[in-house]
């Protein structure tokens, strides 16, 4: 194999906290350890086709371990393999591309890639080593729902923001008898609102695995009503639905991998609910893109830039076309091949989320401190 001199790095997907805690450790690691140069391609693969692509270096990366988003930007829309172009008579075709960012990285000595992204990034990033480029994978997601990683940096910053914001909501929450419904990411899981909700003590968490009977909701505020707690905070994951109806979905990408878009669960909510409880006002809160920024936490700091250094002892010592990967408490790695389309880096489309088990312990433990799922 022609010997790695100089590697690009993309940032893929939607962002998540510890991205630049993984591109700050991937080019120190390579400057020093192995001496070999190292570019970031701006906004994911469009960079790497239009060949745009910034120098880094250890002035470039220095402060920004702790960061929330990427230097480099992201995109969530740019498969190089069915790659959308628009023509100047208005016409739009879907067209394999990679060609051209091989070439590109051909032109500039770009010998090797790592790409850090969720599903969609990462399927292009084995199309790529399939064509010959040497990769290494880095899986991120704030949701959770990678089955073939215990965890992925991203979620433990979004947990810590979700537990911030209903400490705040609490106390507002208290003054005003208010039943208060906060909205959390996650897709089609419910990591994020089942262990956001559990450690920011709320009374009710609704997650997709356990579709909620608005009754069972409505029984828990009277009951705390009864024992003069005249505020319920509920927690709501964005994919939950009741018993029988289905997902709210807010928007339809046509061009991401992922095209649905969930989201609006807890407006609905609270228009329902406010009928059913008349004595108590119900605020609605989306926490959002909030989950997404701020701080990197000290869990993904670590996680991310362990990672990183292991992204690039992979691809400079032969272990091109894996995906790091953490397991236990070691980070170890897996190749793309296993994991990639075969549902195991959670392609919701193909059913291979990594689902919270709805009669598993950590369930188990919330109903036994009284927190109710709606079921
Ligand atoms: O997968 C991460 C995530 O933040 C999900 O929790 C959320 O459903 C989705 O991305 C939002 O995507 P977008 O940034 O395209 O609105």
Redesign the pocket.
Known sequence: MKPIKKIGIITG??D?SGLNAVISAVTKTAIRKYGVEVVGYLRGYFGLYHNNFVNLDMDKVSGIMHEGGTILRAS?KDNLFNYRLEHEDGSVTYEDVSDIAIENMKKEGVDALIVIG?DGTLTSARDFQRKGIPVVGVPK???NDLPSTDVTFGYNSALTSIVDSLDKIHTTAFSHDRVMIIEV???HTGW?ALEGGFAGSADVILIPEIPYDLNKVVEKVKQRDAEGKYFTIIVVS?GAKEKGGDVHVR?I?ED?ADTM???GVGKQLANKLEKLIPNHEVRNTNLA?T??GGITSQFDRLLAQRFGTMAIDLLMQGGAGKMVRYIGRDVTHVDLEEVVGSGEVGETSKGGAKYVDKNGQIVESAKAIGICFGD
């Open positions: 997907g939607g998540c969530n969720g997601t704030i949701d990411m996650g897709r994020l964005e928007q990408v991401s878009r969930l989201g893109y989950q997404r």
